[in-house]
């Protein structure tokens, strides 16, 4: 009698994670099937797979896959390398690194819509902006950022606001390492990058995992950014899936084809979350 | 020349040290700028050369509190944010309880399951739910949001607080039970007290979390249930340059969560790698 208590205790997450999977899912897959256009309510009906056609022969397909894939694989770089940098930098002590470390890891609590709009107009705004103002002093062209290097610009604003999430991560990692074995390892006289490679980074494995996985997630599905900067512009420049799918649902009023979006983003994103929660899976392990 | 064993060590700490410095300037630097822009007229806001020294000003925040009711939008972030933190909490307490001490052959995997939901694209379901938000008439208001991130959160306040009670003997669950303790007294006495840690950096991730959304809220809401993410993605949409405004409300809404995150960054790491790194 005691274990049903226990199994009742656990019904309502899994019950209502169950529900909140599943309901919203089911629906996008049968709407992928339907003609169901906002304006056009009155025409309905099975259409077997023309929605997917229709979203898939879209020429902004390949494009935005792509930016997507720029995307998320630009910010980790850049964070993880960064990261692993700083983290390194400050296992150093001294005096006033607890206010070093606390102005380093503010950018991450920034909400995405304020980060988006402080950089876009405060510092790549092409007449006004701090980027265009250092670059006259310099006498180099000015650029305009947000019109000309879109994708790049997004991966700015993204990179500043997640590097401190990776050096969080790695400093943490990095106060359970063994010092006993790096002062060994000085005595034998390994050098900076010999330490690096074979204690350093061994050790930070399981951090760096956890680090790419997250941000993985968030960044596939990145939207406030490309919402309040370029709009996905110019062109398809700056748009990545999600965009394409809002665009489609939101904007061109068209859920039947959205969803075929969407059951083609549920399929992306299940297939580097497969690889990657059985990285994690492993480094969890226990 | 040569530099001596001390003094070459001495280098390298002055340098590392300079080093911090400078990427810590560079890295606070906007957020330094957006607080001194919020001070300034519209006018100094776009001056260039970029003003550092001027005489501030409060006329934003009082225009930013008149136009655009602030309190409002403050109001339903704290709203939403806290509820939809207590409602998952709610539902994981018992779940992970039940779980790290009766674990059955499939735990780990409804453990596994339930972080993969959260790989599930959110503009995938976006017409579903909006649609589902519409038939019941709850768009734009906080109850929807404050389901839609309590789900969002589950997952994680899950793993956390699974991992967390994992660490509790369970000697001293039996003993309690020895002494005819129920499963109520027993959460509420012995796992409570001992977790509380855990469950106070699951509810400060879940806060931090909500607080940032910038999906759900912009796109299910408009006027009554706006949070300060939808506020100021409504800042954008004029071409204006009303950069001083602009801060200002950013400033605003900022301010709370990014002094919240600094008192609570140890716990903070713990949640967002789900115990994993330590």
């Known amino acids: 009698m005691k274990i049903n208590v226990y199994k009742v205790l656990q019904a309502p997450s899994i019950i209502l994670l169950l529900l909140w999977m599943i309901v919203p899912l089911g629906m996008t897959i049968y709407f992928s099937f339907q003609r169901y256009h906002l304006l056009y309510p009155e025409r309905s009906g099975f259409v077997g797979l023309s929605n997917y056609d229709f979203f898939l022969t ?120 063994d010092q006993e074995q790096v002062e060994a390892a000085e005595i034998e006289g390994a050098g900076f990058w010999s330490k690096f490679r074979y204690l350093t980074l061994p050790h930070l494995g399981r951090a760096i995992g956890v680090v790419v996985m997250i941000q993985a997630i968030f960044h596939l599905g990145v939207f406030a950014e490309i919402y309040v900067t370029t709009g996905g512009g110019p062109g398809h420049e700056s748009t990545n899936t999600t965009w394409l799918i809002f665009k489609q649902a939101l904007l061109g009023f068209d859920v039947g084809v959205a969803s075929a979006g969407g059951v083609f983003a549920i399929i992306i994103a299940n297939i580097i979350a497969f690889f990657l929660i059985k990285t994690v899976a492993k480094g969890m392990g226990k | 020349m040569i530099i001596g064993y001390r003094n070459m060590k001495r280098i390298k700490h002055q340098t590392t040290v300079l080093a911090c410095c400078v990427l810590a300037a560079i890295f606070f630097f906007p957020i330094f700028w957006m607080v001194l822009t919020s001070f300034k007229t519209e006018l100094q ?42 409602l998952a909490l709610v539902i994981a307490v018992p779940s992970a309880y039940s779980m790290a001490f009766f674990p059955g052959r499939y735990t780990k995997d409804i453990l596994l399951w339930m972080l993969s939901t959260k790989m ?128 200002a409300a950013s400033t605003l809404a900022c301010a709370p969560i990014v002094v919240f995150g600094w008192f609570c960054q140890k716990q903070l790491v713990q949640g967002l790698t789900f115990g994993a790194v330590k």
Do not use: H
């Open chain 1, 58 to 177: 879209d020429p902004a397909l390949g494009v935005s896959v792509l930016n997507t894939l720029t995307l998320v694989g630009g910010v980790i770089l850049i964070t993880v390398i960064l990261g692993l940098g700083i983290s390194l930098l400050l296992q150093e002590a001294f005096r006033g690194r607890g206010i070093i470390r606390i102005l380093l890891i503010s950018p991450f609590f920034i909400m995405p819509t304020v980060n988006a709009l402080i950089w876009k107009n405060m510092f790549m705004n092409p007449i006004y902006g701090l980027f265009a103002y250092v670059s006259g002093i310099f006498g180099l062209p000015v650029v305009n950022w947000i019109a000309e290097l879109p994708l790049l610009s997004i991966i700015i604003m993204l990179s500043w606001q997640w590097t401190p999430f990776a050096l969080l991560i790695f400093m943490t990692s990095l106060q359970s390492m």
């Open chain 2, 45 to 86: 806001a776009i001056q260039s050369p970029p003003l550092f020294l001027f005489e501030p000003t409060l006329e934003n925040f009082s225009i930013i509190q008149e136009n655009s009711d602030y309190t409002k939008y403050a109001l339903n972030s704290i709203i939403t944010s806290l509820g939809a933190t207590l």
């Open chain 2, 120 to 247: 599930l694209p959110a503009v995938a379901v976006l017409m579903p739910i909006y649609l589902m938000a519409q038939w019941l008439n709850l768009l734009d208001t906080r109850i929807v949001l404050i389901f839609i991130l309590a789900m969002m959160n589950l997952p994680i306040i899950m793993w956390l607080l699974f991992a967390y009670f994992k660490e509790i003997p369970s000697e001293i669950l039996e003993a309690s039970r020895m002494d005819g303790a129920t499963t109520i007294e027993e959460i509420r006495y012995i796992v409570l007290p001992l977790a509380w840690g855990g469950i106070a950096s699951a509810a400060l991730l879940s806060i931090v979390l909500c607080w940032n959304e910038a999906f759900w809220t912009i796109l299910l809401t408009a006027g009554d249930a706006g949070t300060l993410t939808a506020l100021v993605a409504s800042y954008a949409m004029p071409e204006g340059l009303f950069w001083a405004k602009l801060s």
